[in-house]
């Protein structure tokens, strides 16, 4: 019954299983307390040929989580599901099951409750319905008993072991459960859902702006170019404000204390990965995961794959990951989006707490429990927490060092400053953990927006919820080449459009929800990077303008508001330049200076012309493709390093 991997080491000190602990069991149930039925339990696995050191570790983990000696057991690598299953099934001489066909399983209203617990199922075999059990190791007394008082029993029961039956449940309905996860936002929230990018009250006012900017244009050229150049250059402005507010304001939280041993009784924590076409990946996923610090019977990790995306369910069955963990298979249904994927293997989260990450992720060990503590001392309002993401390969070019300077002033100190003054986030895409009540009651993710992380956040932050930072931090790889990194952000970038556009729905509506902060912060966020990543070559073009006409020896423009604007416009880009490069120079870490070469950073410019493609690249495919997912692959980032003052990663 044992299985071949090496025992874990446990997570606290084992509690010495005592002579009373290992009296003889009640031999009818029921077993009323957790202390008679891990004494059933040890007795059992005791006559089984497990080693008293074994039972002790493993009754220990499970009077201190709250869980079974079966549990933990199973959970450590030391018993093997499907062996010990089939023993069962054997001692009580009913039929195991090592696979069950999904056109069997008899369906019923409330069948998804058997992908969050364990629970009989029945099934059709031939002229036979039969209940499919699993057993536990406390209650075979009672069960071994039981086919003796019933005829007829062997031939009408099985036993399974529950991954078995979970997979079968998930195909068993998945087509049903793929559509009604899809449309669960657009048909509870239409409001919500970027399904539909324009409302018909939206098409018309866009109508009307196109006319009636083309009428101003024709009719007053001058004045409608300075208008919207004023404008511009509030956004830019407001822009500049918010991040050097964020460059003094906002800092990355403090190292937290958090306990040297994991506290008793944690809750189960869902870890969600959607995955596609990462069969390269996916062994370094696996070991990424197994090194967090929780207990494996209280994790719930599912590797969320398309059916039809055969290779990289293949490499994660090869990476071998522990009975914590499952393939959910997504069948096919549009669009091909990752909130689908997530929203779809949310129906089959057991976990109160549910962390999202991406598969080329390194998230630090500690980041669970660092969520956990954060979220005992937060209130019901308190929805997410929002771990650091840390780039691993910002030494390999200047794309990946501006990158990295990107996300340095974005999570350390823009997010940190949005959280510490209650202001509305924009999730990033991974690092996520949410506590589960609240996610739902929102609505979950909305599969048609290809920027979920900044869709979610904000509509937390609109149903009264707010978001916290965390100190320890997530590793990934920045994109290393500009094709990639351009498909990557325009998909960014269109997201935050359907966001937008999702949220101008109801402006009133919005602006009440929000608060006049919240409303302006998110007007700031997302209207001013879409205004400005999209006119950033005009107003280069602009700038460069008295000193073309100068070098060429064409009179100047008037002075008066034309010269004014040039001013601020040289003003704001270049403090614009400055800010990016004070809030992400200021966060790094020292480790992370020594490694950037300075000279790098005279591409910044070039990286906002890109910047800008990327906008206008998003642009057309809202138009053409508006739910489409341009699929970006990510180069492996490093191992982390261990925790030290200037790591925290």
């Not at 900017?213 to 404008?231: E, F, I, K, N, Y």
């Not at 200047?398 to 209650?422: C, D, H, K, Q």
């Not at 966020?525 to 999209?534: F, N, R, Y």
């Not at 001013?567 to 403090?575: K, M, P, R, S």
Request: net charge positive.
């Amino acid at each position: 019954m044992r299985s071949d991997k090496p025992n874990e080491p446990a997570h606290h000190p084992p509690a010495p299983i005592r002579a009373a602990d290992m009296a003889e069991a009640p031999a009818t149930p029921p077993l009323t307390s957790r202390a008679e039925r891990l004494a059933v339990e040890a007795k059992f696995f005791l006559a089984c040929g497990f080693g008293k050191p074994e039972i002790a570790r493993a009754y220990g983990a499970a009077r201190h989580n709250g869980t079974s000696l079966e549990s933990e057991l199973i959970a450590s690598g030391s018993l093997s599901p499907g062996i010990y299953y089939r023993y069962l099934a054997d001692r009580l001489d009913v039929d195991y099951l090592e696979t069950i066909d999904p056109a069997d399983v008899l369906e019923h209203d409330n069948i998804d409750i058997h992908l969050t617990r364990n629970a009989s199922i029945r099934i059709s075999r031939g002229s036979r319905i039969v209940t499919v059990h699993v057993p536990q190791a406390a209650d075979l007394p009672a069960q071994e008993a039981f086919p003796a008082r019933l005829s007829g029993f062997r031939e009408t029961a099985a036993i399974a072991a529950p991954g078995t039956i979970r997979e079968a449940v998930w195909a068993a309905r998945g087509r049903e459960r793929v559509a009604r996860t899809t449309r669960h936002l657009d048909e509870t929230r239409p409001s919500a859902s970027a399904r539909s990018i324009l409302s018909a009250p939206q098409a018309y006012v866009l109508a009307a702006a196109k006319a009636l900017a083309v009428t101003c244009l024709v009719a007053a050229p001058g004045q409608t170019l300075l208008a919207a150049h004023v404008a511009l250059s509030g956004f830019f402005l407001a822009s500049n404000i918010l991040r050097i507010l964020a460059g003094f304001l906002g800092a990355r939280p403090r190292r937290p204390v958090l306990p040297t041993h994991l506290p008793g009784d944690l809750p189960v924590y869902t870890i969600l990965v959607a995955l596609r076409h990462e069969a390269e990946i996916a062994p370094h996923l696996v070991r990424a995961l197994d090194r967090l610090h929780w207990p494996k019977s209280k994790l719930d990790v599912k590797f969320i794959c398309e059916e039809d995306d055969a290779e990289t369910i293949a490499a994660l069955s090869d990476a071998r990951p522990g009975p914590h963990c499952e393939i959910v298979r997504v069948p096919e249904y549009h669009p091909m989006t990752k909130p689908k994927a997530l929203q779809y293997a949310l129906a089959g989260a057991r976990g109160s707490l549910v962390a999202v990450y991406d598969a080329e992720d390194v998230p630090n060990p500690a980041q669970l429990l660092e969520a956990w503590c954060l979220f005992q001392e937060g209130d019901a309002h308190l929805a997410c927490v929002q771990a650091p993401l840390a780039i691993a390969n910002y030494r390999d070019g200047w794309l990946t060092t501006i990158f990295a300077l990107e996300y340095s002033g974005l999570f350390r100190a823009l997010v940190p400053f949005l959280g510490r003054f209650g202001l509305p986030i924009p999730l990033g895409g991974t690092s996520n953990h949410f506590r589960r009540e609240a996610l739902e009651a929102v609505g979950g993710w909305d599969p048609h927006n290809v920027t979920e992380d900044a869709d979610l956040g904000f509509r937390l932050y609109r149903a009264g919820y707010r978001t916290r930072v965390a100190y320890h931090a997530t590793i990934e790889a920045a994109p290393d080449t500009i094709s990639v990194w351009l498909k990557q952000r325009a998909r960014w970038l269109k997201g935050w459009l359907q966001t937008w556009l999702v949220t101008m729905r109801h402006p009133v509506g919005a602006a009440r929800e929000f608060g006049w902060r919240g409303f302006v912060t998110f007007q700031i966020l997302i209207a001013g990077m879409l205004a400005s990543s999209l006119l950033y070559p005009a107003m280069l073009a602009v700038l460069a303008l008295y000193p073309a006409r100068f070098a060429l020896g064409l009179p100047l423009l008037p002075a008066g508001p034309h010269m004014l604007l040039w001013c601020v416009d040289l003003a704001n880009i270049a403090a614009s330049f400055l800010v990016f490069l004070f809030l992400g120079w200021r966060n790094m870490t020292l480790v992370e200076r020594r490694g950037i070469r300075c000279r790098r950073m005279a591409m910044l410019p070039f990286y906002w012309l890109i910047m800008s493609a990327a906008a206008w690249r998003a642009l057309r495919q809202i138009v053409r493709h508006p739910h489409h997912w341009d699929k970006t692959p990510h180069p492996l980032p490093q191992a982390p390093k261990p925790a030290g003052k200037t790591s925290g990663a």
